[in-house]
């Protein structure tokens, strides 16, 4: 990794960080990090991988109320860049990615409460009509969530290429590292079960199962056909959906009555 490559590497960290509690740009998903740390670092083919991969695990992570949701954006630059610089395997960097999204969580609680001193600070400024000083302030708050997967991805990348991190991937128990792959695997379904229980979709539970299915039974199919079958599925549900002729008989029904009174008035 040269210098460039490193400082691109840092400022997609921070811009990963921002986005994780902005939630408008979706930067820090893992799909669009990793594919971007892929990008800055010359491996894209491997940064989409490994981002689709983390993104199935991390599909169901939300914050919801007070409650903390796993770090997805330092699991996947962290993990991106060990697998890409490190030559470690995507089984690799995904066993990585959970217990960095668990401390990435515990970071991202400790950065919360620092901020609430600029939040108190941002009333004062209110107060005094100083509107340049809120603005600092929600700056100020901003740049910290952007540290705090900046600084910790910093670190990593300017090790990577050393054997230091060969060494300390080796240290882990083949045991530890498979149980984070199969548990990783548990991750997926169960960020499927949450999105589909927020969706309330219980009509289209059938169409969840059979796809599980054909993935699993008919391995010649790929992604692409999949995909295909869905949108197929999804359209003919769509047609055979007594509220789609509804909402088609309803304007003609409306454009009938329309001619009906320019008869009369006629």
């Given amino acids: 990794m040269n210098a460039m490559q490193f400082i ?33 670092l010359g491996d894209l083919h491997t940064g989409i991988i490994l981002g689709g991969q983390l993104e199935l695990i991390a599909l169901g992570w939300m ?8 770090d997805s954006a330092l699991a996947s630059t962290i993990s991106a860049i060990i697998v890409i610089v490190g030559h ?35 009333d004062h400024f209110a107060a005094n009509a100083n509107f340049r000083g809120v603005e600092w302030c929600h700056i100020g708050g901003l740049l910290l969530q952007g540290l705090r997967v900046a600084i ?6 300017a090790i990577a ?12 128990p083949p045991v530890i590292t498979h149980g984070l792959q199969v548990s990783g695997g548990f991750i997926v379904v169960v960020g499927y079960a949450m999105v589909i229980n927020m969706m309330k979709a219980r009509a289209l539970m059938p169409f969840f199962f059979i796809g599980f299915t054909l993935a699993t039974f008919m ?3 790929n992604l692409v056909g999949l995909g295909i079958l869905g949108a197929c ?12 002729h509804d909402a088609i008989k309803a304007p003609t029904a409306a454009t009938n009555v329309g001619s009906d009174d320019d008869d009369v008035l006629g």
């Fill in 8 to 40: 691109l590497v840092i400022l997609v960290a921070l811009v990963c960080g921002m986005a994780s509690v902005l939630d408008e740009r979706q930067f820090h998903r893992p799909l669009v990090a990793c594919t971007l740390i892929g990008l800055v």
């Fill in 63 to 70: 914050n919801v109320g007070a409650a903390m949701a796993p």
């Fill in 88 to 122: 470690q395997s995507i089984g690799e960097g995904i066993a990585i990615a959970i217990p960095l999204a668990a401390a990435g969580q515990v970071l991202t609680i400790f950065v919360r409460t620092i901020t609430v001193f600029f939040q108190h600070q941002a």
């Fill in 152 to 157: 910790p991805t910093g670190a990593v990348a």
């Fill in 161 to 172: 290429g050393t054997s230091l991190v060969s060494q300390w991937l080796d240290a882990i």
């Fill in 219 to 221: 391995s010649g199919i």
């Fill in 233 to 244: 599925a999804a359209v003919v549900y769509v047609q055979l959906n007594p509220d789609f």
